[in-house]
């Protein structure tokens, strides 16, 4: 059973930072795409960044490209985002995802496997 487990949500104010992480277990991933997305209270859920296990290659939107950093770590099995100069528009749920075959994986559906979302609040 496959699961992707976030963790490092939290408050903090416009210009810090914080550190997400996200546990994998059940399976390898070391051929596919994981992604990072968010979701706003009402919006759809949209794409953060996205990462390729073999060989580290990364894409990010456009809205936080530059700031945030998407990363892993192959002995962890563990794909981590690093948020900086945050705005209170970054608040949001950030979630995980990964099983993605293509690239770069921008939709919600090119995912198999999701996690349970960990809260982001950005103060003013």
């Known amino acids: 059973q496959v699961q992707l487990v976030e963790s490092g949500g939290g408050l903090v104010q416009a210009g810090g930072s914080l550190r997400l992480s996200c546990a994998a277990s059940?399976?390898?991933?070391?051929?596919?795409?994981m992604g990072w997305f968010r979701q706003e209270v009402a919006k759809e859920r949209e794409f953060v960044a996205a990462?390729?296990?073999?060989?580290?290659?990364?894409y990010y939107a456009d809205a936080v490209n530059g700031r945030f950093t998407i990363s892993r770590d192959n002995a962890k099995n563990t794909v981590y985002l690093q948020v900086n100069s945050l705005k209170p528009e970054d608040t949001a749920v950030y979630y995980c995802a990964g099983g993605a075959t293509i690239w770069p994986a921008r939709r919600t559906g090119d995912y198999d496997h999701w996690g349970q979302g960990t809260q982001v609040t950005v103060s003013s």
């Open positions: 059940g399976r390898t991933f070391s051929t596919s795409t």
């Open positions: 990462i390729r296990w073999s060989g580290g290659l990364t």
